[in-house]
């Protein structure tokens, strides 16, 4: 069996996938949730040497979302509180260890460890367990939730939505913690309305930006130890810890939060990809130079005829997402709107993860994946694409979910662990609310024009959705007047685009070990380089996804680690000592010893700088 799978160029994480595609397809559903995989006890005679004293120490593969990454057998440790990680940071400072927070490893990039790690050499902190605790202050103006970072974020907004309490955008899946959401500047889908104030307590940007202070492990150089620290919002040394992208250990954060929201969530799959992507009019004054000086409202006339554009949804509720399914004409869109009494036709609900044909893949399906990933009929891929549709679509009949209606997590949170684990690129374009529907045009054209090409090379390496969002940037003002942005965050502004206030997010899935996607994935990320260049957009790579593509991996490219991103990042800054570079320098300064550091974020955030 090995022999045949060398034969066919089989990595071990599709191995890994095969194998549980074989256990779905005898079954035909995805059944369970996430459990820690391959725990093993450790004998005495194997425990790490002067490791401190009371604190659960075991041996635990690690596996992330998509099962690229397998690292078999690293030790991780079950700390019971903040000062048992203060005291497992200053062991392994002085044992020559690297510690690596870890939640429910719901991630693609290799940010905490990849499949090279030396795991013996590592020590993960399972922040699961115990460091979960959460205190709700609603006396506050706004109300404000202290959190230890280890708590999921399911269980953070229920405990939110008890107290009357919610957020305006959050990420689908609720098996992610909140520090691992905040290290990579997690967000949702959401910008105002045509007409909408933002309430108090809120955020149209990332997570991040609700944070009013955090805890972290930090050294103190007047101790020669690593100690914890609380920094405030106002602090200039925050700025590098509120998106950390893991260069950090955050133990416990308080944020803003504000009144809680009831939203309609709409599903469509009667809109054509051609009405609803479709290009803005350009007017006649295009030509030369003068169609860089002009407005970009003056540039781009209303689009169309059609009332059923990205740029249309957005103005009518602000909250869109799309999921396109390759080779059908159709995308599942969805639209939220605040609606605060039900609407006649809605469903009520009252729990998360209302979409129950997302969770389970049937035996059609299963079969079909089968027949891509072991048989290699890459063909029946246009085939696979409209059963996921057409299986979308009847599930939203079936289940009643074409329009449903209740508090915020419950109609934004929608991912489950035993959803289908896919592999998929990231990216945010930041640009003006006015562009939106051109950013969005050009993108899909090109997608649709890659596509296409590869299909008559007989070549199918997208066989999962295009995904698409919308967010608001991260402004400091919706926390205080002298709140800092967080320097690493996707949706930090452009200080010289003041206009460019919307980041548009592009994900491409695929099945993992896919023929020719990392391949594709790189004319992708070089096409939205050039593309979004800084004359009316800017393009970012979403922390925890796929990026810096070689032809034959993700994240390796290292002119695009080492140069092209930071140089993203520096554009646009008034003052670039307040930006990439000075951040790289707080995160050395406070982690001198690189402790939470890794292969990867020893390329992307250097020592030295």
Request: charged residues 20%.
């Amino acid at each position: 069996m090995k022999k045949d799978f060398k034969k066919k160029g089989f990595t071990s994480s599709r191995r890994k996938f095969i194998s549980d595609m074989a256990m779905l397809s005898a079954s035909g559903i995805v059944t369970g949730g996430w459990s820690p995989i391959f725990q093993i006890s450790a004998n005495a005679s194997e425990m790490l040497v002067n490791f401190p004293i009371g604190i659960p120490i075991y041996q635990q593969a690690y596996e992330n979302w998509s099962g690229e990454i397998f690292v078999d057998k690293v030790w991780t440790a079950a700390p019971k509180t903040p000062s048992d990680i203060v005291s497992i940071v200053n062991w392994a400072r002085s044992n020559d260890y690297k510690i690596r927070p870890r939640g429910y490893m719901h991630n693609w990039s290799p940010l905490i460890m990849n499949s090279d790690s030396k795991a013996s050499s590592v020590v993960l902190l399972d922040m699961t367990k115990n460091l979960n605790a959460v205190s709700i202050d609603t006396a506050s103006k706004p109300a404000r939730v202290t959190a230890q970072t280890g708590v999921s974020m399911e269980t953070l907004l229920e405990k939110l939505e008890a107290e009357g309490l919610g957020m305006t955008a959050v990420p689908a899946p609720g098996d992610i913690t909140l520090g691992g959401a905040l290290a990579i500047g997690a967000h949702g889908t959401a910008v105002p309305a045509k007409g909408e104030k933002l309430l108090s307590g809120h955020t149209y940007g990332s997570l991040s930006n609700l944070i009013l202070s955090l805890s972290a492990v930090v050294y103190d150089e007047a101790k020669r130890e690593y100690i914890l620290r609380t920094f405030s919002r106002e602090e200039a040394d925050i700025s590098a810890f509120l998106t950390h992208i893991g260069r950090a250990c955050i133990v416990e954060v308080t944020m803003q939060v504000g009144k809680n929201q009831r939203l309609r969530c709409r599903s469509y799959v009667n809109i054509p990809a051609d009405e609803l992507f479709a290009k803005p009019i350009i007017s006649k004054r295009t030509t030369g130079s003068f169609r860089d000086k002009i407005s970009a409202r003056e540039l781009f006339t209303k689009t169309g005829t059609s009332k059923r554009t990205i740029e249309s949804f957005l103005d009518k509720s602000g909250r869109i997402e799309i999921i396109w399914f390759p080779f059908t004409s159709n995308p599942w869109l969805k639209v939220w709107s605040i609606k605060p009494n039900k609407p006649l036709f809605s469903r009520t609900v009252t729990k998360a993860n209302n979409y129950p044909f997302s969770d389970w893949i049937p035996t059609e399906l299963s079969d079909l994946i089968k027949r891509i990933v072991i048989d290699n009929e890459v063909t029946i891929t246009p085939h696979f694409g409209q059963k996921q549709l057409a299986i979308t679509t009847a599930g939203l009949i079936t289940t009643h979910s074409l329009d449903i209606w209740g508090w915020s997590r419950n109609v934004l949170q929608y991912i489950r662990p035993s959803t289908l684990h896919v592999t998929a690129n990231g990216y945010a374009v930041v640009t003006s609310r006015a562009n939106v529907q051109r950013v969005i045009s050009e993108f899909v054209e090109n997608y649709q024009e890659r596509i296409n090409a590869y299909q008559e090379q007989s070549q199918y390496p997208i066989n999962g959705p295009l995904e698409i969002r919308v967010s608001g940037l991260d402004n400091p003002n919706d926390v205080s007047p002298n709140s800092v942005t967080a320097a690493l965050s996707m949706l930090k502004p452009r200080l010289d685009r003041p206009d460019w206030n919307i980041a548009v997010w592009f994900d491409i899935l695929t099945l993992p070990g896919t023929p020719h996607a990392n391949k594709f994935y790189r004319e992708t990320e070089q096409w939205m380089l050039s593309n979004y260049a800084g004359s009316y957009a800017t393009m970012r790579p979403e922390w925890s996804k796929g990026w810096a593509y070689t032809d034959s991996s993700a994240w390796e490219d290292y002119t695009t680690i080492s140069t092209t991103i930071p140089n993203i990042y520096r554009e646009g800054q008034i003052d670039q000592e307040k930006d990439w570079d000075k951040a790289i320098r707080t995160l050395n300064k406070y982690d001198p010893n690189r402790i939470f550091s890794s292969a990867l974020l020893d390329k992307l955030l250097p020592s030295g700088v």
